[in-house]
């Protein structure tokens, strides 16, 4: 039986990772599998830099998109994959292993998905995260400057040259192409509940 393939999409800051994570706790493993875009960026040597000489994480030629599109069809074809853990270059993360087993729903998530051509056509249903444009930058600001150590300056010149013209050009316009728009400006639970209720019909009887 072909695996129904849902693709997760938003801006930076949006929320699908917590989305993900909580979508994750209402599936036994058996029945769902995530795998995120972020566990398929290229090595830092082969990433693109800007005109200031930094590095620009933030396009869709960041990520290794034919691997990814490779491990995708493994898992919808019954088999596992396994890959290295992406650390974002923490010197002090060792990365672990990450292991993806096939399920009957196969959830795939990240900046681009709906963006690569070889991959947007393999899902079966699309859902874009939404958040309001201020709270994008507070949650990045969190996440980059808080949990991983960048200094502020840093956070905010990405936002401003990387993340935002990133999201303009190769995630907004998906938007209308999305079957499911969850708003996540205060709660994500009337979504969630929707995604899960759909999913859930999708598992076999």
Request: aromatic share 12%; with cysteine.
């Amino acid at each position: 039986m072909k695996p129904y393939v849902i693709g997760i999409c938003g801006g930076s800051g949006s929320g699908k990772t917590t989305f993900i994570k909580r979508l994750r706790e209402r599936f036994a493993t058996h029945e769902l599998c995530i795998v995120s875009q972020d566990d398929y960026y290229l090595p830092r040597h082969q990433q693109h830099k800007d005109h200031n000489d930094e590095y620009n994480f933030d396009l869709p030629k960041s990520f290794d998109k034919k691997k990814f599109r490779t491990d995708l069809k493994k898992l919808m074809q019954g088999e596992k994959v396994t890959i290295e853990e992406y650390t974002f270059n923490n010197p002090d993360a060792k990365p672990k292993m990450l292991v993806f087993e096939p399920a009957p729903i196969i959830v795939i998530e990240g900046l681009f998905v709906f963006h690569y051509k070889k991959i947007a056509p393999l899902l079966d249903l699309k859902v874009f995260i939404n958040a309001k444009e201020n709270l994008k930058v507070i949650r990045r600001i969190h996440r980059d400057q808080v949990e991983r150590g960048y200094p502020i300056e840093d956070v905010l010149y990405k936002y401003e040259h990387h993340v935002l013209p990133s999201f303009e050009r190769f995630i907004q316009p998906y938007k209308e192409e999305a079957d499911i728009v969850v708003n996540n400006n205060y709660d994500l639970e009337r979504g969630l509940s929707v995604v899960e209720g759909f999913l859930r019909s999708k598992l076999p009887g």
